[in-house]
């Protein structure tokens, strides 16, 4: 089973997530601080992380953003924090997910077990290879000519519902639906962040994701 962090300084909260996915069986770690977190993450060989934001000693921005310079493990912010920008800012650390309190931990759980399914969803082609681009499915990695690149869960998944649709046009809110989720409530500009993100990570190739104004995105190889 999949091994999952807290980082959550609510010591009764964090109690009661832990206990809610221990019963779901995964291996559960917690951390009641940023520090202690970024601790725990380096001991431990951690798959996902619910990860708060308002801390003491080291806050939630800031563990993310260590974590992902090192990691690709799926990061899930638990927050109190509502705001557009906040969300904003949590998708450009590297976030994949950012849900709100207060919340069900029983539609938390449900939401995970969805998560590490589509994580590990297998197909009979699970490799496509697109120009210079290159991604497997299985293991949920890229490379751009031959070398791999650091992609968060919902970068790969958008490259792979671009990629997997080469020249198909796709709108922001089709891109939202399906990769966040119908449930996902925010501005569109949280697709042009991860196009953004996206294009600098295989770049030279920048280029094949395409921009179709007052539409949305594709993806076309090109000279």
């Not at 993100?197 to 190739?205: A, D, E, Q, V």
Request: hydrophobic fraction near 40%; charge should be negative; include cysteine.
């Amino acid at each position: 089973m999949k091994n999952i962090l807290i980082i959550e300084d609510d010591k009764r909260l964090n109690e009661i997530i832990s206990d809610y996915f221990d019963t779901e069986g995964y291996t559960v770690f917690s951390a009641f601080d940023g520090h202690e977190g970024l601790e725990t993450f380096d001991k431990e060989a951690i798959d996902l992380v619910i990860l708060d934001i308002m801390m003491p000693k080291l806050d939630g921005w800031s563990v993310c953003r260590k974590i992902r310079q090192h990691s690709d493990a799926f990061i899930l912010i638990l927050s109190a924090r509502s705001d557009e920008d906040d969300k904003l800012m949590g998708y450009e650390l590297g976030a994949d997910e950012y849900v709100t309190k207060p919340f069900s931990p029983k539609v938390l759980v449900a939401r995970v077990n969805a998560i590490f399914k589509r994580m590990t969803h297998n197909t009979d082609n699970h490799i496509i290879t697109k120009g210079k681009i290159a991604i497997d499915q299985d293991s949920y990695k890229a490379t751009v000519d031959g070398n791999e690149i650091n992609l968060t869960t919902k970068e790969f998944e958008l490259l792979l519902k671009l990629i997997s649709n080469e020249g198909k046009v796709f709108t922001r809110d089709t891109l939202i639906s399906t990769i966040w989720g119908y449930d996902y409530f925010g501005d569109g500009r949280i697709i042009d962040t991860n196009i953004k993100t996206l294009r600098k990570k295989i770049s030279p190739y920048a280029g094949y994701i395409q921009t179709v104004i007052n539409v949305g995105y594709k993806f076309e190889v090109t000279k």
